[in-house]
């Protein structure tokens, strides 16, 4: 039984996975998929019983490691924001979460922010960058932001979830113009390192150069 349980939750975290791919576009929500779109709900809305807003959950087992001090919890959570506000239900049905595996994806607001990334044509401006990266893995779970100063074109990570984790960027350096990241690593509070290396690939059209094929961006790291 609990071989059949661990193969359960496992493919049910493929399925998660497997709406984020190339040719996907984020639609109007900003997010490539219902079921990350579900996750975002969690840090834009808390569940807390002090917001009117109760905590249901189902654990479904922890994950065995070699190391003792970590765990590595799979769960289905409920939201009643997913329910009221979304008009697609994720993999596990609507107002369910499935929480247990890591990944970091990106909301998409008033544009891809790295749509502008060739200074030689015209238009080319050094824009605010305002998406939204969510983070969610073992213990931890937020997002944060890319600060651009545009004067001087350079890049800052904000956090904005109040807690103790250390955030840090691997930059794609092959176009300096703008911030593309090729991964990212969260050290917990405990000192553990989760790398996201594994990224995928999406396409959005980006207004600036409309006359372009539709830009390729990374929606998604694993």
């Not at 596990?92 to 595996?101: C, E």
Request: aromatic letters at 14%; a neutral charge; glycine letters at 10%.
């Amino acid at each position: 039984m609990k071989k059949i349980i661990v193969m359960l939750a496992l493919l049910s975290a493929s399925i998660h996975y497997s709406q984020i791919g190339i040719g996907n576009d984020p639609g109007p929500r900003g997010i490539a998929s219902p079921a990350m779109a579900s996750i975002a709900k969690y840090s834009d809305m808390p569940v807390s019983l002090a917001s009117g807003t109760p905590e249901i959950g189902i654990p479904l087992l922890t994950i065995p490691l070699a190391d003792k001090g970590i765990n590595y919890p799979l769960s289905l959570n409920y939201n009643l924001e997913n329910l009221s506000k979304s008009k697609t239900a994720g993999d596990v049905g609507a107002g369910w979460t499935f929480f247990g595996t890591g990944v970091i994806f990106k909301k998409i607001i008033d544009g891809l922010d790295e749509c502008f990334d060739r200074p030689d044509l015209e238009g080319h401006v050094n824009n605010n960058f305002d998406d939204l990266y969510y983070y969610n893995f073992p213990g931890g779970s937020g997002k944060f932001r890319i600060k651009r100063d545009v004067v001087n074109n350079t890049f800052s990570l904000i956090n904005l979830t109040p807690d103790h984790l250390k955030i840090e960027y691997t930059r794609d350096n092959t176009n300096l113009s703008t911030f593309k990241a090729n991964g990212f690593t969260i050290t917990s509070d405990n000192g553990y390192k989760y790398f996201f290396n594994e990224f995928d690939s999406g396409y959005y059209q980006c207004r600036s150069y409309a006359g372009d094929l539709p830009f390729l961006y990374k929606p998604a790291y694993f």
